[in-house]
């Protein structure tokens, strides 16, 4: 039989925008309308004739429309799709994630009966009728059809209808349809997803000037090992915050997602999901649940520096070469005693590292690691904190993973390497070359050195993620009228309030505490020869360059009088200083604008910095004599 364009299906995809393709779906056969290339996929119009709709093939298709196999004005047959909301347009988007090529180009855009009426046949490719009135198939197997009566009828009474004629059972199959979150952006419509809850945030309060609430956050994977987290406020985080279970999994349903705030998000996801009371959120107990992916990001332990004391997490792959015993610490902020273990991996760069296990990390797959320690395993380890400890540490978290012999292709290139040359070849700590005796690590700020015009240069530097530089510069200026510290909680180091009656409120420790402590957060004008720039700076770094804490300042100003304070801010200009700062981009007043913020500050090394700079004109002189 030859093949055609589906009659109403269109008006099919509309009113099933999230088909369920294990029942099958109807027969959806469309002419591809206006190809062409959107960066690395393909748009197109989708039309059956009466009703067309804006479309894209799926970026993993795009080499079938490069190899010809898709042409302009040939004819697709539907597989798999979602039909995604514009709220902005006001319109739809199919998205094509499955086809097959039905017909390649028609000579003309296909008009059904309602555009062809003179001519009493549905479709007007090139065709003739032979003497006894009956159609030639001159067009790739395309065949005209008698023309048959319409009853119009708008788009919302075709979904209406269609709705109404479905089974319970189908409507069902209908919504549960199971979205990957790599699928989800912020203008899809109707989507179910099915997750497992990796990570619960704890209740917390908070106070701004629309009032009081209340927020907490998940974090969720599918079965792909994508992530997302999504966060609830006020009515929702009390409807939701006990029917969140940890290590369980769930459908969801009717949230909305946003672009990630990169400051603060825990994922590696573009987006996170808001839930509000209207969500649906139902536990996934009587169906197979499935124990998610776990997806890595490797970096080689030579390139850990950038992180050092920075937001983003990292993971790393490596050979274990020593396991310590079990250790015991005792937390200053409670005095409650805690597990942790040192493990020591090392990688193809020639480089070791110390990781940090914690908690049940340290006493269960650290205790595996101890008993096969002979064996030099691998270990791939998402989710690090990168410390300068020794220099450099990485420690895990809460939502820390570690993975041992993985079946991952960088395991077994590293697991190969080792066993052919690793082992015998000498390996180094990557915080060797840093000052142990230091927590700055001042020698470490002799690498990827540069002048401040390098960064204020670049308007773009830090657009994505936080920039690292080390730069010799001094303070130029600071203004003594500025804020210069906050009140803060003596346990947790958070902002405090004034509590009802006496005292101070914590909101991150959630009780009141009659005395609190300052802490520094200012701003500094910060010079070198190449020009200038300001600098955020913090409570640890400011105390290494104004020389006193906050409450020593504090104390001085309010008992000695204004006079010698800003003595003491004038004592602490025109010292030569290395620091380390990382650039990121924020908006404000719609202006993207760079903050430089200071992570570490030491002193200039003079004998140090001779060497540095001698090694600099040596390198200037080799290269004019080439």
Known sequence: MAEMVSPDAISTILANPSPDCSSGLPELVVQVLDLKPTGSKFTFTASDGKMK????????????????SVQNLGLIRILDYTLNDI?????????????????????????????????????????????????????NGIVLQPKQEIVSKSAAQIIHEQHGNMAPSARMAITRRIHPLVSLNPY??????????????????????????????????????????????????????????????????????????KQFKTVQNDYEMTLNEYSEVEEASSEATFIPETKF?????????????????????????????????????????????????????????????????????????????DKCPVVAIKSLKVGDFQGLSLSTLSKSVVVINPDLPEAKKLRSWYDSEGKESSLASVGSGLNPSTKSGSQSMYSNRVLLSHITGDPLLGEDKPAYFNVKAYISYIKPDQTMWYRACKTCNKKVTDAIGSGYWCEGCQ??????????????????????????????????????????????????????YQLKLKEATWIPHLFRVSVTLQEYNNEKRQRITIRAVAPVDYATESSFLLEKILKMKISKIQ
């Open 53 to 68: 709709v804006k479309a894209m093939f799926q970026s993993t298709l795009s080499s079938l429309i490069t190899s010809g």
């Open 87 to 139: 709220p902005t347009k006001n319109e739809k988007y199919l998205f094509v994630t499955k086809f097959e090529t039905v017909s390649p180009a028609l000579d003309s855009e296909y008009k059904a009966e309602a555009e062809t009426k003179d001519s009493g046949f549905e479709m007007k490719p090139k065709q003739e009728m032979d003497v006894d009135g009956e159609v030639k198939n001159e067009v």
């Open 188 to 261: 899809q419509g109707i989507w179910t997803i099915k997750v497992r809850v990796t990570g619960k945030g704890n209740m917390r309060l908070y106070r701004n000037a629309r009032g009081e609430g209340c927020v907490f956050n998940v974090e969720l994977t599918d079965e792909d090992g994508t992530q997302i987290q999504a966060t609830m406020f006020n009515e929702a985080a009390k409807k939701f915050y006990d029917k969140f279970q940890l290590g369980k999994v769930y459908y969801i349903s009717k949230g909305t997602l946003k672009v990630a705030n």
């Open 297 to 373: 990001s490797f970096v080689p332990i030579d390139e850990l520096g950038p992180y050092v004391n920075g937001r983003d997490l990292v993971d790393v792959v490596g050979v274990v070469r020593e396991v310590s015993p079990t250790m015991s610490i005792r937390r200053k902020s409670n005095n409650e005693t805690i597990p942790k273990r040192d493990i020591t991996i090392a990688d193809e760069t020639k480089k070791t590292v110390v990781v940090s296990l914690w908690n049940d990390l340290a006493t269960s797959v650290g205790q595996e690691l101890l008993d096969m320690a």
């Open 511 to 564: 009780k009141n505490d009659e005395e609190c402590i300052l802490r520094y957060i200012m701003t500094v004008k910060v010079s070198d020869a190449s020009g200038e720039a300001y600098f955020s700076v913090f409570n640890e770094q400011a105390e290494k360059i104004i020389g006193c804490s906050a409450d020593e300042l504090n104390e001085l100003k309010s008992q000695d009088g204004e006079s010698s």
